[in-house]
């Protein structure tokens, strides 16, 4: 009797060649589906940014509240993710994703069409659900469909790519849409996103269950393991609640009582969960995984380099229009170059992963993206300044970009099928968390000054302090790296 895995493999890369390097028809289908469903949920992050303001007037929101634009997408998104990887876990990857798409298709109609502020942020609230479901399962189904390897690391490899311009191509689509039509479109073409992803789906992606699920011949059998419900309380509750937090503080800073409860709670109950998690017979998050040093410390480098790199942008965003009175457009062809330049780095960070291996791609991209912001830093009030500021902020985006790679294999590298869902719920805890904390712990800095230009260069120095001894840190946690890199021949990139 054959043994059943954890996946169902008959697309697997291997059956293609020895090292997994040549993908069949079908392989790059289901990587297309993927990787566009993640592509769509970073576009989601900040293609709203730059319409910000003509939404508020055609809904008549105030000010104040727009920021509740992008806290009712970031709240469910990233409070939900773990949970969701679990619930993956255990009863199907492929049905969770395509209930994820369906719901964020879904609500994207609805935001698109919103006809007053409670409607549109319903509507906002429901994508993020939604892609708290999508990001998790569809990082599994990769990282199970792809085995570990080269396949795996090119597949990655384009994924953080795409995640990567996303977000920049987010904020270019959003100022030129915008104009064009009007903010609705934003939303429309996420939904136009989802209705092509959501048909095809279905066909290519394979259905994962965990072992213990399985009968005889792949049958599902009653034993289902059962979901630690006091963890999922304790960790889903605990991540809205720091997400509220950081994200109010961002507005209107730590001072007020609901910022300073919702932060307390958070803390409370993500060590409540810790607690929980330690005496759980099944639990949500195994905490010896937490204690591999690749998970770890791997994590580490994935917050610092998401957190500081939604800083530089917001940094710079304020110093391009309110300094050099940048337009928003012409501030989105800045931020154009710099998708540019990432894509670049994705084509080749799978043959720099290849050379060095993740661990050490990780260090030094890290190290890299810090002093390439430390640049930025020289920043002044001539218009000349905005070429520095083009070149720099790409460089370190190009570092960005392989550290968003590099320490994604690094915490899914040597984790069992079963447990992916774990791992890739980390990581992309790690991304939304992430992006979510770093501009209110450092962005505030720049609004709060009187000289917006001393702000912003007190933001990026501290932003490129915080990189640059995370790299330390991570190097030092990490250790040396005795694997034996994947020679870059075995990546087909030369």
């Known amino acids: ?22 993908l069949s028809t079908r392989d790059k289908l289901i990587l297309f589906v993927l990787c566009a469903a993640q592509f769509m949920v970073a576009l989601d992050f900040s293609v709203l940014n730059v319409a910000l303001p003509v939404l508020g007037k ?63 942020l319903t509507g906002r609230a429901l994508q993020g659900l939604g892609a708290a479901a999508i990001v998790p399962t569809g990082m599994s189904l990769l990282t199970t469909t792809f085995p570990e390897g080269p396949a795996r690391d090119r597949a990655l490899g384009i994924s953080g790519t795409l995640l990567s311009l996303g977000f920049t191509v987010g904020m270019v689509a959003g100022g030129v849409l915008t104009d064009v039509l ?5 939303m429309g073409l996420l939904s136009v996103f989802a209705l092509i992803v959501l048909p095809l789906a279905p066909g290519l992606l394979p259905e994962s269950l965990p072992h213990s699920l399985k009968g005889m011949g792949g049958t599902p059998i009653p034993d289902r393991p059962r979901l630690d419900i006091p963890g999922a309380i304790t960790v889903t509750g605990g991540l809205l609640a720091l997400i509220y937090a950081l994200s109010t503080a961002a507005e209107r800073g730590f001072g007020g009582a609901d910022v300073i ?65 940048l337009s928003a457009f012409e501030t989105g062809l800045v931020f ?11 084509v080749y960070a799978s043959k720099v992963i290849g050379r060095f291996g993740a661990r050490r791609t990780l260090v030094g991209s890290l190290a890299g993206q810090g002093l390439f912001v430390a640049g930025l830093v020289l920043l002044n009030a001539h218009t000349w300044s905005v070429w520095l500021a083009t070149a720099a902020v790409s460089l370190a985006s190009m570092c960005h ?14 984790v069992p099928d079963e447990e992916q869902g774990l ?29 917006v230009l001393a702000g912003v260069h007190t933001v990026l120095a501290l932003d490129a302090v915080i990189v640059l001894a995370a790299a330390v840190l991570v190097a030092a946690g990490l250790g040396r790296d005795r694997s034996r890199p994947v020679e870059a021949e075995a990546l087909g990139l030369r």
């Open 182 to 186: 009007s903010w609705r479109s934003t």
């Open 1 to 22: 009797m054959a043994i059943d895995t954890t996946e169902t493999t008959s697309a697997s890369p291997t059956a293609h060649s020895p090292l997994g390097t040549r």
């Open 58 to 120: 055609d809904l008549g929101m105030s000010q104040s509240a727009l920021q509740w634009a992008v806290t009712a997408f970031a709240l469910p998104s990233g409070g939900f993710l773990l949970l969701f990887g679990r619930i993956g876990d255990l009863y199907g990857r492929r049905r969770l994703f395509l209930t994820g798409l369906a719901l964020f298709g879904t609500a994207s109609l609805l935001a698109t069409f919103a006809w007053d502020p409670a409607s549109f």
């Open 336 to 346: 154009g170059v710099q998708g540019v330049m990432s894509a670049v780095a994705g």
């Open 423 to 451: 791992a890739t719920g980390l990581v992309t805890s790690t991304q939304q968390v992430g992006i979510t904390i770093g501009i209110p712990l450092l962005g505030v800095l720049a609004t709060t000054s009187s000289d």
């Open 261 to 325: 409860v919702t932060l307390a709670a958070g803390v409370l109950l993500l060590a409540a969960f810790v607690y929980i998690e330690s005496r759980a017979h099944a639990p949500l998050v195994s905490l010896p995984m937490l204690r591999r040093r690749t998970v770890a410390w791997g994590n580490l480098g994935g917050l610092v380099t998401f957190s500081m790199m939604s800083t530089v942008v917001f940094a710079l965003t304020l110093y391009l229009q309110e300094t050099l009175g």
């Open 401 to 414: 970009l392989g550290a968003i790679i590099s320490y994604g294999l690094t915490v899914t590298s040597g």
